[in-house]
């Protein structure tokens, strides 16, 4: 498959372990936010957003956690599968009324079976 | 599986040169939006259609342009190609002008020469 980073932070888990992928994000006015997945030679697939007037949403096996004092926001994974081994990016919607993402720089995880 | 195509898959040309990436978006979906995904950038939103007309522009350049056509499909043109242009070109829809949730096509991966 093709690389989407060469200098990627990375987070190797253990299947079955949970996972918390970190994101300090840019903009304090940012609405909306999401997590997408990158698979190795595939485009990204979403995961889960949350909007800035909450502060946790839990979606199947993913959490995502938004501290807005800090900018910071967090994916959790449960029982972290193979499957999950991907590059995973925050992005967040910086102009209120567009619908454009401003993507993070991306975290890749690697599951040991 | 997200719906949306992206043709070519690869491409490779030589600097100087001029090509057209194609995307079709999901089944009712309105809105293309053109992503280019370098090592040292990352993912980088470039332009926005909604509905045949420019919704948004972000960091493209002035040798590329977009277009969407009246059955919705979007092309891509980059022209004067550089070697730093080499870089993944995703395609991704929505339902409307200020949808959040995007839907990536596989990307075409350009390789300039």
């Known amino acids: 498959g093709e690389s989407v980073g060469l200098h990627l932070p990375t987070l190797s888990v253990q299947e079955g372990d949970n996972s918390i992928i970190n994101c300090a994000y840019s903009n304090s006015a940012s609405d909306y936010f999401i997590w997408y997945k990158q698979e190795s030679g595939k485009g990204p697939q979403f995961i889960i957003d949350i909007r800035s007037n909450m502060d946790k949403r839990q979606g199947q096996r993913v959490t995502v956690l938004l501290n807005k004092t800090v900018k910071h926001l967090s994916l959790q994974i449960a029982a972290t599968q193979p499957g999950d081994s991907a590059v995973y990016f925050c992005a967040e919607n910086m102009h209120s009324g567009y619908s454009t993402l401003t993507f993070g720089k991306g975290t890749m995880l690697l599951v040991s079976p | 599986d997200s719906g949306v195509t992206q043709t070519p898959k690869h491409l490779i040309t030589a600097t100087g040169q001029r090509v057209t990436l194609r995307c079709s978006p999901r089944s009712g979906d309105l809105s293309v939006y053109w992503y280019q995904q370098s090592l040292d950038q990352g993912l980088q939103f470039l332009i926005q259609y909604y509905n045949g007309e420019e919704r948004a522009k972000g960091n493209i350049l002035e040798r590329f342009s977009a277009q969407q056509f009246p059955d919705l499909h979007s092309e891509l043109n980059l022209s004067s190609l550089e070697l730093g242009d080499s870089a993944l070109y995703f395609c991704?829809?929505?339902?409307?002008?200020?949808?959040?949730?995007?839907?990536f096509g596989p990307g075409t991966r350009l390789t300039v020469t």
């Open positions: 991704a829809s929505s339902l409307g002008a200020s949808s959040y949730e995007q839907y």
